[in-house]
């Protein structure tokens, strides 16, 4: 009788306290995610602010469509499509490099490689993406540049294909892993089926495979267009500092980030029309950053296939 008039208190009491829970971890949680989106918000807002405040005194039209940037310079000149061409050249030819060997890391993790080789392999790749991409950059101009200049003598120091062939590397986990994921996906009754019907290996792979995860391996290239956009440290270091309107690879340009970098040392006075650059740059970027992203988000959508 005791022992029956005691567990409900303990019941009751837990009921208590589980209720409680119920009512304070929503709450926290909730917490947690306005807190990511005031950050956001807050963010977005101060860009705006200040690149509203830069286009006072400098016109739209002469930042989009300028040839030359130089507004750390006299004559001063804020045309943005230098910086927007180093960055665009940088990304290529990282995707050139991050797109065919992620590609086919991630068909030969997801069809040729056995299963303690794939759970050797996958984390060497990803630990590349662990490494600071200031040592990135630093590789690139000890190894990647003397490499280049041996073939092209006239190679200047800093270049944009010893840059971007890097930030490529940097970038090769990122594919390889979303396309390997994507490739998993695909039901192993397809595969079968292929078999069953005579293909080779590389014939499911190519054709069965890669098809069928198709929206995972596009998403994945466009999520890595979009980081190879946003690199810093390795294109500040390896790609040189002259924003340039060029189509040679071999020669010292600037990116938006870079250009960010460099005014952000200190020497520019706050609230200056150069200080303000900063804004206008990193708008810029932001803007095309999130368009990639939206444009990503609809090719997993568009092109799904559901088993």
């Given amino acids: 009788m005791k022992a029956s008039g005691k567990s409900p208190i303990k019941l009751d009491f837990r009921n208590e306290k589980s ?14 995610a306005a807190l990511s989106i005031l950050t956001t918000i807050g963010i977005v807002f101060t860009l705006i602010t200040e690149t509203f405040q830069f286009f006072q005194k400098v016109s739209i039209m002469d930042y989009l469509f300028g040839t030359k940037w130089s507004p750390l310079i006299d004559p001063k000149s804020f045309g943005v499509l230098p910086l927007l ?64 200049r041996g073939i092209f003598p006239d190679t200047g120091v800093f270049n944009a294909l010893s840059a971007g062939i890097v930030v490529g590397i940097m970038i090769i986990p990122m594919v390889c892993s979303l396309s390997e994921d994507a490739m998993s996906a695909v039901p192993r009754s397809l595969r079968d089926g292929a078999y069953a019907l005579g293909a080779t290996r590389f014939e499911v792979a190519l054709k069965i495979v890669v098809p069928a995860a198709l929206s995972g391996i596009v998403a994945s290239a466009v999520l890595a267009f979009s980081r190879a956009i ?72 568009r092109f799904r296939e559901e088993y």
């Fill in 230 to 301: 946003g690199e810093t440290m390795i294109v500040t270091v390896a790609a040189g500092a002259t924003p340039k309107l060029t189509a040679d690879p071999l020669e010292s340009i600037q990116t938006m980030t870079a250009y960010i970098v460099q005014v952000s040392m200190g020497d520019t006075p706050h609230g200056s029309i150069e200080y303000g650059t900063i804004f206008a740059v990193g708008m810029t970027l932001f803007i095309i950053t999130f368009l990639l992203n939206i444009l990503a988000q609809y090719v997993a959508r």
């Fill in 19 to 32: 209720h409680l829970l119920d009512k304070i971890v929503p709450i926290l949680l909730f917490l947690c």
């Fill in 85 to 148: 061409s180093g960055t665009f050249m940088i990304t290529i030819i990282a995707c050139i490099v991050a797109i065919p060997l992620g590609l086919a890391s991630a068909i030969y993790l997801s069809e040729y490689a056995h299963k303690r080789v794939r759970k050797i392999i996958k984390p060497i790749l990803e630990v590349l993406a662990g490494v600071p991409t200031i040592v990135y950059g630093y590789f690139a101009l000890s190894l990647i540049t003397p490499l280049i």
